[in-house]
């Protein structure tokens, strides 16, 4: 199966099994705008729980707050939004179609990228286990032509999108001889910038009403409460505020279903620091935040770093998380150095001081922020891409099993009496409200006991314990686990225990504060 094909299909699964829905769906939808469904919110709520307790619960120094998504305008033209969040766009005159210029070159880049993998597969067929694939790059002409050219296109562009040369970013485009994905034609307009922010009229009459915006980062919603927050938390430096909230963005290629939404939610930490140490705590927060990624256990090779070239126009270092997508490597997660420039800036804005006393220097100063900012739905996708398996049985059959880390399953067990007689049901529910309490539980007694165990392999559920006769005999139950289909006998009074070691956050909290 292709890689796109199991994109394909995972589209559908999320969707045959209630995880997310097409927003507006009975009036045709409407573009990258996505509901959840009731496995789907359970999903992102436990990945939410998995990040806020990291942060706020295993550090001391770090609180989390709730700010209101609608703000002052000005906040915005503090935080260079309303001058800069600007992506560059360019049209197609002949299909009509328009696109981010910037991801057509990356596009393009991924496509040479390809050709550079053919070229090592084509050299590990002939060299066998002598293969030296470092040493193959290094060598091989037709690598070397190719790696040369994406060097090339690289600096262009980076050059280009830093001095906001929009005509140098279309020749590029016409030199690399890119082609419109629908139309087949190199018939583009000039680049354009086009902002991101969706406004909106607060008040009661048009004639009063103000230009508000809809937060493009929840970020902004931290940086306006820091003093707020430090006075009131009495919280001294390095300190963090955490956020998890909706942010919107109008972006113009909106698609890869929720890898790139209009509407999404992001979980965010500014970490504020003495002036100078920045670059520090932009390592530390680098290396903490690819082991709380690395933990779930998704395999440590679908991670890696990308360190920015392009900086924002608030950063002094910045690098994404990237994941294996079934799209290839993006961006889950982005640490950046945000030096002073937000609470400088708002400190102009508003003609408020945002300044901290150190005493343990006897200075003032704006603190240096480090922030750590991931997207919910990004995440989803992560996990769902990640878990998604078909798997031949030894039996012949087949098998569709979402293998989502046990920590963030949406429903954690299933309740199955084996026939829906003989008291079974009545045992099965008394064992289900006894666990209800702790665990998100479902019951299902309809259809074989086969079919039942499929509908929760797909569905992720770690553990089905079936209820039988031999439960009524000696209160014990078979629990059977997802990945490895065994199944254990044990006693009703084992079960809490055997589902916490595995769905419980503690194992994993444990390693993070190592
Ligand atoms: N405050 C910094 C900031 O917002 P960003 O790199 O623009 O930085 C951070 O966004 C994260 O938010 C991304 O790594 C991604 O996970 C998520 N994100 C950004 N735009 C998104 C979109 N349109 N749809 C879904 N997630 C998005």
Redesign the pocket.
């Known amino acids: 199966m292709t890689q796109e094909d199991l994109f394909k299909k995972l589209i559908a699964h999320s969707k045959e099994y209630g995880f997310i829905f097409q927003s507006s769906e009975i009036y045709d939808g409407l573009s990258a705008v996505y509901d959840y469904g009731q496995l789907g919110a359970e999903l992102k709520n436990n990945i939410k729980k998995y990040w806020w307790e990291a942060m706020v619960r295993l550090n001391d120094n770090i609180v989390g707050i709730d700010s209101a998504i609608f703000m002052h305008p000005r906040i915005w033209e503090a935080s260079g939004h309303i001058g800069a969040f600007n992506d560059p766009l360019i049209d197609n005159k002949d299909s009509k179609k328009r696109y981010r210029a910037d991801v057509l070159l990356e596009e393009h880049i991924a496509k040479i990228e390809e050709k550079i993998e053919k070229e090592v597969e084509k050299g590990r067929k002939k060299f066998a286990e002598n293969f030296d694939e470092a040493k193959f790059k290094e060598t091989n002409p037709n690598v070397i032509r190719h790696q040369n050219k994406i060097a090339d296109i690289q600096n262009r562009m980076n050059s280009a999108l830093n001095s906001n040369d929009l005509d140098a970013l279309k020749q590029l485009i016409l030199d690399c001889e890119i082609v419109c994905p629908v139309s087949g034609t190199r018939n583009w307009t000039d680049v354009r910038q086009f902002n991101l922010m969706f406004s909106l009229q607060m008040g009661s009459t048009a004639e009063g009403a103000n230009t508000i915006y809809l937060r ?4 902004q919603g931290i940086f306006v409460n820091f003093l707020n927050v430090q006075k009131t938390g009495r919280m001294k430096i390095p300190f963090g505020i955490a956020q998890t909230g909706k ?1 919107f ?1 109008n ?1 113009i290629v ?1 698609r890869q279903f ?5 509407e ?1 939610e ?1 979980m ?1 930490m500014q970490f504020f620091v003495r002036p100078g140490e920045e670059l520090k705590w932009f390592e530390q927060w680098k290396t903490n935040r690819m082991k709380w990624h690395k933990l779930l256990g998704l395999g440590d090779e679908n991670y890696r770093f990308h360190d920015h070239e392009k900086l924002a126009h608030y950063a002094n270092a910045a690098t ?1 998380i990237e994941f294996h997508f079934p799209f290839g490597f993006k ?4 640490i ?1 150095s945000r030096t002073d420039f937000d609470l400088g800036n708002h400190q102009k804005y508003s003609g408020k001081k945002l300044q901290y006393f150190d005493s343990e220097t006897g200075e003032s100063y704006v603190p240096y922020v480090i ?1 750590t ?3 919910v ?3 989803t996708l992560l996990i769902l891409s990640a878990a998604y398996r078909e798997e031949q049985l030894a039996d012949g059959e087949q098998r569709i099993v979402l293998r989502i880390p046990p920590v963030l399953a949406p429903v954690k067990l299933a309740v199955l009496p084996l026939l829906k007689k003989d008291g079974l049901p009545e045992k099965a529910r008394e064992i289900l409200n006894a666990l209800k309490c702790d665990f998100y539980c479902q019951y299902d007694e309809k259809d074989s006991i086969g079919k039942r165990y499929r509908r929760q392999d797909a569905i992720g559920t770690p553990f089905c314990i079936t209820v039988d006769h031999k439960t009524m005999e000696d209160n014990t139950v078979t629990v059977r686990h997802r990945d490895s289909m065994e199944q254990q006998r044990v006693a009703i009074s084992k079960i809490h225990e055997i589902i916490c070691e595995q769905v419980s956050f503690k194992n994993i909290f444990e390693q993070l504060m190592m």
């Open positions: 493009p980062e929840t970020a942010a963005r972006e909106a929720i890898f790139r939404m209009r999404f992001q965010e994404d961006e889950v997660e982005g950046h922030e900012s991931i997207g739905d990004r995440m």
